[in-house]
């Protein structure tokens, strides 16, 4: 089975740049999360969403960070513009809707902003 | 927020030891779930543990939670190099948001 693929790898930019990070999810996983890393702590949620819909946005900074997941499926995380706090590791992460707890993550973006 | 702290933050032991790592939270839960993150495989889910259960065992792993005490413990016995990484608690309440502590890094010399 694969696993959740995220793209870039790396990504660095300026401030007030934008970027984005893409995620394609688990095969049959209705439950996609964008998480926020910053060096030296645990993962943050920044969305959730079921299906298309945004089940939990209450720590997505809405003034720069926009997030969407289009049919379902792959979803996009763009920031714009980009502040030298953001330098963090993006991961995305899949459930399968019914019968577990797991979350399975991808590999992440490392975004340095300059 | 960040609910667990898990402590130590940094751990530094030979192969063949055991480790222990332990998480405190603060607010109910329905479940706590341990991670491990390193940089060959990223974030991986290694055990749940609910929170009518008070321990739970999965190969050299074994979980405890104590809910009066809102904490648990992860022990990893026969520590091989391979176990290098940090180690998260998270814990799930009534929604379906996972919180995570900050992380233990364990480190286990050949």
Same mark, same amino acid.
């Given at each position: 089975?694969?696993?959740?693929?995220?793209?870039?790898?790396?990504?660095?930019?300026?401030?007030?740049?934008?970027?984005?990070?893409?995620?394609?999810?688990?095969?049959?996983?209705?439950?996609?999360?964008?998480?926020?890393?910053?060096?030296?702590?645990?993962?943050?949620?920044?969305?959730?969403?079921?299906?298309?819909?945004?089940?939990?946005?209450?720590?997505?900074?809405?003034?720069?960070?926009?997030?969407?997941?289009?049919?379902?499926?792959?979803?996009?995380?763009?920031?714009?513009?980009?502040?030298?706090?953001?330098?963090?590791?993006?991961?995305?992460?899949?459930?399968?809707?019914?019968?577990?707890?797991?979350?399975?993550?991808?590999?992440?973006?490392?975004?340095?902003?300059? | 927020?960040?609910?667990?702290?898990?402590?130590?933050?940094?751990?530094?032991?030979?192969?063949?030891?055991?480790? !222990?790592?332990?998480? #405190?939270? %603060?607010? $109910?839960?329905?479940?706590?779930?341990?991670? +491990?993150?390193?940089?060959?495989?990223?974030?991986?889910?290694?055990?749940?543990?609910?929170?009518?259960?008070?321990?739970?065992?999965?190969?050299?792993?074994?979980? !405890?939670?104590?809910? #009066?005490? %809102?904490? $648990?413990?992860?022990?990893?016995?026969?520590? +091989?190099?391979?176990?290098?990484?940090?180690?998260?608690?998270?814990?799930?309440?009534?929604?379906?948001?996972?919180?995570?502590?900050?992380?233990?890094?364990?480190?286990?010399?050949?």
């Amino acid at each position: 089975e694969a696993g959740v693929a995220q793209s870039p790898r790396y990504k660095i930019i300026e401030k007030r740049q934008s970027v984005a990070f893409w995620c394609n999810p688990i095969s049959g996983h209705a439950t996609l999360y964008w998480y926020q890393q910053i060096l030296g702590q645990g993962p943050k949620l920044l969305i959730q969403f079921q299906n298309n819909g945004v089940v939990d946005d209450s720590q997505l900074p809405k003034d720069r960070f926009s997030a969407e997941r289009l049919k379902g499926v792959d979803s996009t995380l763009k920031i714009q513009p980009a502040k030298l706090e953001d330098s963090a590791v993006y991961l995305c992460a899949s459930r399968i809707l019914q019968g577990g707890s797991e979350q399975f993550f991808g590999p992440g973006t490392r975004l340095t902003v300059l | 927020s960040q609910q667990g702290e898990e402590d130590p933050q940094a751990l530094s032991i030979q192969e063949g030891e055991n480790a !222990t790592m332990n998480c #405190s939270y %603060k607010t $109910s839960i329905n479940n706590l779930q341990w991670y +491990r993150q390193n940089s060959g495989r990223g974030l991986v889910h290694l055990i749940l543990i609910r929170s009518n259960e008070r321990e739970k065992h999965s190969g050299r792993l074994r979980v !405890t939670l104590d809910t #009066s005490k %809102k904490s $648990s413990s992860l022990l990893i016995t026969a520590s +091989r190099a391979a176990d290098t990484a940090s180690y998260f608690c998270a814990t799930q309440g009534g929604s379906e948001k996972l919180v995570f502590g900050k992380g233990t890094k364990l480190t286990v010399n050949p």
